[in-house]
């Protein structure tokens, strides 16, 4: 794992991507990235992201940051290593609780995809059966990234050699919902999360882990590693509550979820407002 010493013993500052630290059109700003560089390269700040996304589409967003510490990707399962080039640490689901949560899909009619690790840098997304237009639009996006491969049609889905990080599905909220209770009551070797799009609260994403995996975890285990004495995270989405919980101090974007809201230490302007690395470079600053 990569290390630094910069701010040794000081705060690790970790922030949620989409509708937090990106903007509306889901890129980061030129703003954002020129404080960044500064936070990191002159104030000496601990920073990183954590997010639900894989690094085939974290990698290109944070390409002109000049990022140190590992990302958090994937909901958590995994740390990306930005100076190699690499995964590290990541935590796998087993091939039993695989199939029993592909057992649970298959009684509502819907096939997840499966993200499975293919070598130290590359995702593999298998899946079987026809795609939804929302999952057709979704691959559509993503297929032509270099670290991420789309493997459609696979009548072995549920089989392979490499791997498995995360098992995914994006549907409307309320089916998702239903799932993840089912999955929540019968396989206990899973951790289950399911939020609604922040764009359109209809539709939701399901994200199944290995147990014990999540976002919150993954960012004290980072601290552990840089020697930071105190965690502050911004999110706005409500799967950012737990690692918000988890923090000494939790920053929400006022385009935050109510709930997310009123589960955060502060609330400072929106996303689109340049508004989390204002914050951090103000800290530091002072």
């Known amino acids: ?20 630290l990106l903007g509306d059109d889901s890129l980061l700003s ?29 990698v290109p967003l944070m390409q002109e940051v000049h990022a140190r ?12 290593n930005p100076v190699t080039g690499c995964f590290e ?17 298959d009684r509502y ?19 079987y059966g026809p795609l939804s237009s929302q999952e057709d639009q979704f691959v559509r996006e993503r297929q032509h990234l270099p670290l991420k ?4 049609d696979d009548h072995d889905y549920r089989h392979s050699s490499d791997e498995a990080l995360l098992i995914f599905s994006l549907n409307k ?18 951790s289950v999360m399911v939020y609604h799009d922040i764009f359109d609260e209809r539709n939701g994403y399901l994200e199944i882990f290995t147990a014990g995996t999540s976002k919150a975890a993954a960012i004290r285990d980072l601290a552990r ?22 923090a000494d101090y939790s920053v929400a974007v006022e385009n935050a979820f109510p709930e997310v809201k009123a589960a955060a230490s502060e609330v400072i302007g929106p996303n689109t407002a340049d508004s989390v690395a204002r914050w951090i470079l103000g800290e530091l600053e002072n």
């Not at 040794?8 to 937090?20: A, H, I, N, P, R």
């Open 69 to 80: 510490l590992p990302f958090i990707v994937i909901g958590g399962s995994s740390m990306w």
């Open 89 to 105: 640490r990541t935590h796998g689901i087993d091939d039993v609780t695989v199939n029993a949560v592909s057992d649970v899909f």
């Open 149 to 152: 491969r789309f493997l459609l």
């Open 1 to 20: 794992m990569l290390k630094s010493t910069d701010n040794k013993g000081g705060t690790l500052y970790v922030s949620d991507l989409d509708g937090t």
């Open 30 to 58: 030129r703003g954002t990235i020129d404080m960044l560089n500064c936070i990191i390269e002159e104030r000496g700040g601990l920073f990183t992201v954590a997010t639900a996304r894989t690094p085939a589409t974290v």
């Open 225 to 246: 590693e840089v020697g930071a004495q105190r965690v502050v995270v911004f999110g706005d989405n409500r799967n950012d509550i737990a690692m918000m919980q988890a």
């Open 109 to 127: 009619g819907i096939y997840p995809f499966i993200y499975r690790r293919h070598g130290n840098n590359r995702l593999h997304a298998h899946h």
């Open 173 to 190: 909220f309320d089916v998702l919902e239903a799932i993840a209770g089912d999955l929540r009551a019968s396989v206990p070797t899973c």
